[in-house]
């Protein structure tokens, strides 16, 4: 437990330097050449240095002390950082696909009224594209993902071949996508929610508790998804052969 606290802590305030970097480098200049390549650079550091941070979780819940478990990660830093880049396409492509389709429900509701003699409600056909794209959002490919993710960060470009590795474990598919949700989709509807207050210091007081429960919900989500991906799976974790003494 004092293991699991100290990794915790590490990654609270990991998670506030990198938010502090992502927002420096939101304020930086791209006028010039040199400043353009300096704010490459930093968005390439603050690739890097977020793949390692999160990508730690995963060899210290498959059995590694703090240290080792940061090692590893290391070791295998260009593997996370190559499936992080595929990994932000693949959602740019579902995100192109969602708004592709965005205006599909209403000319196939329209198809449908004209073949089927009923009318279809345009509205109701667009929310079932919107809810597909949204579960494969937030529950299939995170749960075809995370294997993956958690064997590159154990065995480095090997791990590419785990996609979809262990979602038949017990209930590891109810989880998951649970988990997802806690550490990542109620955080985001948390900072997006603007209630409606009276005063400015009732305004700022509710912003920063939005943002405390935001962030702690983001960590330990993050820290419980890692916890149930990579603990208790000997495949993975441990050699298939143990020396003889």
Known sequence: MRTTGTFAAIHLAGTAALLWLGYSWLGMGEARATALAFSFAVALLFLCLTCWLYGAAFPFFAGRRVGPAFGTALRGLPALVAAAIALLVLYALVGWLADATSGAGFKLASWMTLNFRKPVRPYTVQHVFDVIFWI?????????????????????????????????????WLKAPLLVLIGLWIPLKILGWVPHMKSFPMEMTSFVLRVGVAYLLFVAGWLALAFVTSAGNPVRTQPSTVPSP
């Open 136 to 172: 494969v959002r937030w529950m299939v490919l995170p749960l075809l993902m995370l294997p993956m993710v958690a064997a590159i960060a154990l065995r480095g470009w090997r791990g590419f071949a785990a996609i979809g590795a262990g979602c038949c474990r017990r209930l590891y």
